[in-house]
């Protein structure tokens, strides 16, 4: 069955760094679309970035782009999110997606961004 395992959350300040992991299993990693969504409390749920099977294409929500990266080892079926110049905007808790099917979620991350 499709697992997804997040770490890397943690206590930051604002303008500090914190890199995301999430490793996958029970599908074929990497033919498959990846994402990375979030969800501040009171707020609806939101995909950050996307990082494409084989195309290795990237997409990243405007709020985040040129300070986040997502990247994908697919030797070790993991995929990253590298957080820089963080924002208290940006505590949220992460999770790592995959659309196999129906869509899957890990069980989150919790990112907290102080000022």
């Known amino acids: 069955q499709v697992q997804l395992v997040e770490s890397g959350g943690g206590l930051v300040q604002a303008g500090g760094s914190l890199r995301l992991s999430c490793v996958a299993s029970?599908?074929?990693?990497?033919?498959?679309?990846m994402s990375w969504y979030r969800q501040a409390p009171g707020k609806e749920r939101e995909l950050v970035a996307t990082?494409?099977?084989?195309?290795?294409?990237?997409n990243y929500a405007e709020s985040v782009k040129g300070r986040f990266t997502i990247s994908r080892d697919d030797a070790k079926r993991t995929l990253n999110l590298q957080m820089n110049s963080l924002k208290v905007d940006d505590t949220a808790v992460y999770y790592c997606?995959?659309?196999?099917?129906?869509?899957?979620w890990g069980q989150g991350t919790q990112v907290t961004v102080s000022s």
């Open positions: 997606s995959v659309l196999v099917g129906r869509r899957y």
């Open positions: 990082s494409t099977g084989l195309g290795r294409v990237t």
């Open positions: 029970g599908f074929n990693f990497r033919y498959y679309a």
